[in-house]
């Protein structure tokens, strides 16, 4: 099931297939959840991650602007967890998970720009699968069943600074601009992990490829790792990391991470008009 949140751009159609006239502009704006089945976007009430049920509506794909389809109150990311991404940077392979954190205000859904500042000479895509939380967990155990606090996967891309990450030599500012973590398009909440397979696109031209059953720490060891030291909340991210390929983005460039499975996620790159 691919869920997704999205904002009307037209009135809803009806059962038959027509058009509703609304009369007004109301609903149009507004944040609504959904299931997304081909193009149409069959709208959901209650909640995206738990108890939902059919409101009665639906929405042809282009009728709609998606959204990232969840509200983290936090990123966690996992670095260097495919082995040939850590050679190709010149870092050793670690021997538990790199962790580190985005900041909400970095994350943009489909289409949106990613700005380049004024202040990265390099800014770098990083194409990830990323889990979407579903259940509150913290210091997860063993006998614990992890997949169960999964609510799906998504597409990320960890947009990154890079030599403003060499400069500063820990993560955060460079990891952290506004519009560094696209993503989306949906989660798809039945991912076929074991014969995923991710890959990145520059305007076209392949970049990246790779496969979440190459990574070097799987999800379950990860998310263990990560709640003996946080709580992850329902609608939290965690970056599961990226294959070898990174490189730079330039204005103009559209930057592509497709996930078998669950769709792409697509966003053209901008120079920041800001100082």
Same mark, same amino acid.
């Given at each position: 099931?691919?869920?997704?949140?999205? *904002?009307?751009?037209?009135?809803?159609?009806? +059962?038959?297939?027509?058009?509703?006239?609304?009369?007004?502009?109301?609903?149009?704006? +507004?944040?609504? =959840?959904?299931?997304?089945?081909?193009?149409?976007?069959?709208?959901?009430?209650?909640?995206?991650?738990?108890?939902?049920?059919?409101?009665?509506?639906?929405?042809?794909?282009?009728?709609?602007?998606?959204?990232?389809?969840?509200?983290? @109150?936090?990123?966690? *990311?996992?670095?260097?967890?495919?082995?040939? =991404?850590?050679?190709?940077?010149?870092?050793?392979?670690?021997?538990?998970?790199?962790?580190?954190?985005?900041?909400? @205000?970095?994350?943009?859904?489909?289409?949106?720009?990613?700005?380049?500042?004024?202040?990265?000479?390099?800014?770098?895509?990083?194409?990830?699968?990323?889990?979407?939380?579903?259940?509150? *967990?913290?210091?997860?155990?063993?006998?614990?069943?992890?997949?169960?606090?999964?609510?799906?996967?998504?597409?990320?891309?960890?947009?990154?600074?890079?030599?403003?990450?060499?400069?500063?030599?820990?993560?955060?500012?460079?990891?952290?601009?506004?519009?560094? *973590?696209?993503?989306?398009?949906?989660?798809?909440?039945?991912?076929?992990?074991?014969?995923?397979?991710?890959?990145?696109?520059?305007?076209?031209?392949?970049?990246?490829?790779?496969?979440?059953?190459?990574?070097?720490?799987?999800?379950?060891?990860?998310?263990?790792?990560?709640?003996?030291?946080?709580?992850?909340?329902?609608?939290?991210?965690?970056?599961?990391?990226?294959?070898?390929?990174?490189?730079?983005?330039?204005?103009?460039?559209?930057?592509?991470?497709?996930?078998?499975?669950?769709?792409?996620?697509?966003?053209?790159?901008?120079?920041?008009?800001?100082?």
């Amino acid at each position: 099931m691919k869920l997704c949140r999205f *904002c009307p751009r037209v009135s809803p159609e009806k +059962e038959s297939g027509e058009v509703a006239d609304l009369g007004t502009a109301t609903g149009r704006g +507004e944040v609504r =959840h959904g299931v997304l089945t081909g193009n149409v976007i069959h709208e959901i009430e209650g909640d995206l991650l738990g108890a939902r049920h059919p409101a009665g509506r639906s929405w042809p794909l282009d009728a709609v602007r998606l959204l990232p389809p969840v509200a983290p @109150s936090k990123i966690v *990311c996992i670095g260097r967890n495919y082995p040939e =991404h850590a050679a190709e940077l010149g870092n050793p392979v670690p021997q538990e998970p790199l962790i580190f954190l985005k900041p909400p @205000s970095s994350v943009i859904g489909p289409e949106d720009a990613i700005r380049l500042p004024g202040i990265s000479e390099r800014v770098d895509y990083e194409g990830e699968l990323a889990a979407v939380i579903g259940r509150t *967990c913290f210091r997860l155990t063993p006998r614990q069943d992890v997949s169960s606090f999964v609510a799906g996967y998504t597409c990320l891309n960890d947009v990154t600074a890079r030599d403003l990450q060499k400069k500063d030599v820990q993560f955060t500012r460079a990891k952290s601009f506004d519009t560094f *973590c696209p993503i989306g398009p949906v989660i798809e909440t039945e991912l076929d992990f074991a014969s995923s397979w991710l890959e990145t696109r520059v305007n076209g031209q392949r970049r990246q490829v790779g496969r979440p059953a190459e990574m070097l720490f799987p999800v379950d060891l990860i998310l263990r790792w990560i709640t003996q030291v946080m709580t992850l909340f329902i609608g939290d991210v965690v970056a599961l990391g990226t294959p070898p390929g990174v490189g730079p983005l330039r204005a103009n460039d559209v930057v592509e991470v497709e996930v078998s499975g669950i769709g792409i996620l697509r966003n053209p790159v901008i120079r920041d008009a800001s100082p």
